[in-house]
């Protein structure tokens, strides 16, 4: 069954402090992995896509990583700011018009 | 902006209201489609267009009635809906449907609230 999940569910940070999020997923054929910010009341924003051959890519204060023989990606946020609060969403994409969503993870970022 | 414009961005309806979503994107995409976010839950396909032609949906109820007269518009049908239909209802474009031109660029959405 292709999947994605997603952890830790939400999470609270001091600003200028990093944070890593975690992605696994379950599906096949896999075709690229995106990363996605949402902020409340809007629709979601590409960060970063990564194909199996890449393991990391960097967008600005955002680096995430992909192992593909685990199955497993990460976002992690360096230097957090009061804006970086949001849902990010994991998306596993396998070719096709099949794409696979996360439930996403709730980033709380304060002073 | 992401070229994608959605409207209402909020819209309140009873159970044997008729209305419909509206969507429009700017940026010559050939796909389109439309998403339900519910809370806490990942986001769910309804529908996908290529090239005005609908190629997928997602074992979505018939009161869902989604229309694509060109390939910049893409309109969602709402008639007899359930109060568990209310969500954050969801556009999307993409140059394509497949390979690696498959970033979705959103619209902001539709708060529907059913009644």
């Known amino acids: 069954k292709n999947q994605v999940e997603q952890s830790p569910q939400s999470l609270i940070i001091l600003e200028g402090k990093n944070c890593t999020l975690q992605?696994?997923?379950?599906?096949?054929?896999?075709?690229?992995l995106r990363w996605y910010k949402q902020d409340t009341g809007r629709g979601p924003v590409s960060l970063t896509i990564?194909?199996?051959?890449?393991n990391t890519k960097s967008n600005g204060r955002y680096t995430a990583t992909l192992d593909a023989d685990t199955k497993q990606s990460s976002l992690h946020i360096t230097a957090s700011q009061l804006s970086d609060s949001a849902s990010y969403i994991c998306v596993a994409h396998t070719g096709g018009f099949k794409t696979i969503f996360g439930a996403g993870t709730r980033l709380f970022v304060k002073a | 902006e992401t070229g994608v414009t959605q409207t209402p961005r909020h819209l309140v309806m009873g159970m044997t209201n008729k209305k419909s979503l509206k969507c429009e994107q700017h940026?010559?995409?050939?796909?389109m489609y439309w998403y339900k976010q519910s809370a806490k839950k990942p986001l769910e396909l309804m529908f996908v267009?290529?090239?005005?032609?609908?190629?997928e949906n997602n074992s979505v109820p018939s009161r869902f009635s989604p229309e694509c007269p060109n390939s910049s518009h893409l309109f969602l049908h709402l008639h007899t809906l359930q109060p568990e239909d209310s969500a954050l209802y969801l556009c999307?474009?993409?140059?394509?449907?497949?390979?690696?031109?498959?970033?979705?660029?959103f619209g902001q959405g539709t708060r529907l609230t059913v009644v």
């Open positions: 992605c696994n997923y379950t599906v096949s054929p896999f075709s690229n």
């Open positions: 999307a474009s993409s140059q394509d449907s497949t390979g690696m031109n498959t970033e979705a660029f």
């Open positions: 267009y290529s090239l005005e032609e609908r190629v």
């Open positions: 990564m194909t199996f051959s890449e």
């Open positions: 940026l010559g995409h050939n796909a």
